[in-house]
């Protein structure tokens, strides 16, 4: 199946290397587009089957599946300079750009559609990947489907829900980092030398995330197995209640919408 990708930065760049490691689509059916080369080489360094150029519309012409992953204010003028057929489907990585405003820049309104909103774990192939579909069929989301659980979990999900679950995951990425950041602060103030302290933590938070995926369980009942009665972990943990950290939290994510 072939597929474009337009923009090899962090999300274009990272969508070609999962693809390229993935089984669904053979990297020499992956052709990437981006205006610097040395982003393009690096890439071919990499993956030697992937093709590269610097010519969108090369990069479109027959490719079935069209990954647009450039910066959301540049969509409307790389999209627009496009010529695509009415068969291919257009997959767009953009925050905040609807399907209504995508459809304003193809000739054919009613193409196939998707929204893509991974995070930045994909390079990991650990994203979170969050996927929105218009006029697509079964068989088409599900390819989408299979395609980005390669990389992680991939969710299909209806498009008036994105914005909110892109602040969760997305976004919510960046928060998950913050809080090892800020872990790794109170590390060094009580002598764990910081590169110890990223990789503590950071398993930690690893833990955490596996306990839930991999369980029929719930924060509540992970909280209460560490939380002794009389024990050490409650008095932070109210500690956080007391500075308001589930509201900076909620808050954090709503600001994001
Ligand atoms: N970063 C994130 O966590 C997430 C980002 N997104 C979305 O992904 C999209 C890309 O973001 P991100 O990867 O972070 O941004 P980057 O800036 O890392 O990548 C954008 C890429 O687009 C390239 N580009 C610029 N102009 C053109 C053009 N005319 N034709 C082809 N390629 C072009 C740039 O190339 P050059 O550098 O050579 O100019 C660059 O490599 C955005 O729309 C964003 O909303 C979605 C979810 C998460
Ligand atoms: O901050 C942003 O706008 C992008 C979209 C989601 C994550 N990063």
């Known amino acids: ?18 693809l390229a490691k993935g089984t669904i689509i053979p990297a020499n059916d992956i052709i990437v587009s981006n205006p610097t080369q040395s982003k393009l080489d690096v890439l071919k360094a990499e993956f030697p089957a992937l093709q590269t150029t610097r010519d969108n519309q090369e990069a479109v012409t027959g490719a079935e599946l069209i990954i647009l992953a450039v910066k959301p204010w540049l969509m409307k003028s790389v999209v627009s300079e496009l010529k695509l057929k009415s068969k291919q489907i257009l997959i767009s ?17 009613e193409m196939t559609m998707f929204r893509l909103i991974p995070n930045t774990a994909i390079s990991e192939m650990e994203s979170m990947t969050l996927i929105s579909s218009r006029n697509a069929s079964k068989e088409q989301e599900q390819l989408l489907l299979d395609i980005f659980n390669q990389m992680g979990l991939a969710m299909l999900i209806p498009e008036e829900k994105i914005a909110a679950a892109t602040a969760m995951t997305s976004c919510g990425i960046a928060y998950v980092l913050k809080y090892i950041q800020a872990a790794m602060q109170a590390g060094i103030e009580m002598g764990i030398y910081p590169k110890d302290g990223m990789r503590m933590i950071a398993q930690s938070v690893k833990g955490a995330a596996e306990l839930i995926l991999n369980n029929d369980t719930h924060p509540s009942v992970e909280i209460d197995k560490v939380c002794t009665p009389g024990g050490i972990t409650i008095k932070g943990i109210n500690e956080l209640e007391h500075r308001g950290f589930s509201s900076a939290i909620i808050n954090a994510i709503k600001a994001s919408k």
């Open 93 to 109: 990585v953009a925050a905040g750009i609807p399907f209504e405003e995508l459809a304003h820049y193809v000739a054919d309104k």
């Open 1 to 18: 199946m072939k597929t474009a990708i337009i923009g090899a930065g962090n999300m274009g760049g990272s969508i070609a290397r999962g």
